[in-house]
């Protein structure tokens, strides 16, 4: 329902704005489809990729690499990986949601968002080029301390 007021919006919004100046909504039409168009394959790239490994992995292989009782071990293994993962927040979240309906621990799902959302491994170069490596290194270092003191209050709150 919630879906059918937001498009429902969008569209009177839209005629709004082509009834106010129908050069500038058809230009920014136009830059939205662009934006969108770039945007596509990556999103589909990373749908696949979630959608084949939640089919690859049941949920008793989730459970016992990330699930509550994985303990420590699941931690390590869930910051690891979201350190190394480069996955937009719109796509994290619903895969955390499928990781939890899976059987993962909710101190390692706060553990994976945490380090996916603030640590970039896979973008570090691209960070010492426009910083430089001290920067960089610190940045991810203390996003890294951050998300673990994340997860211990997660851990602390949800069990």
């Known amino acids: 329902m919630s879906g059918a007021i ?16 129908r050069k500038k909504t058809k230009m920014a039409v136009l830059k939205a489809w662009k934006s969108f168009a770039n945007l596509a394959p990556q999103l589909l790239a990373i749908l696949m990729f979630v959608g084949i ?27 690891v990986v979201g350190s190394v993962t480069l996955i937009p927040g719109f796509v994290a979240f619903p895969l955390a949601a499928a990781l939890l309906k899976g059987g993962a621990g909710y101190p390692q ?10 640590v970039g491994i896979v973008t570090l170069p691209t960070e010492i080029n426009y910083f430089n490596k001290t920067v960089a290194l610190l940045r991810n270092s ?12 997660i851990s602390r709150v949800m069990m």
């Open 53 to 79: 490994s939640l089919a690859i992995l049941s949920p008793a292989t989730i459970s016992r690499l990330m699930g509550e009782k994985s303990g420590i071990i699941g931690i390590i293994i869930a910051s």
């Open 142 to 153: 203390f996003a890294f301390l951050v998300a673990m003191i994340f997860t211990v209050i």
């Open 109 to 118: 799902i706060a553990a994976f968002v945490s380090t996916l959302m603030a």
């Open 6 to 21: 937001l498009y429902g919006l969008a569209i009177v919004g839209l005629l709004y704005s082509f009834a106010k100046d």
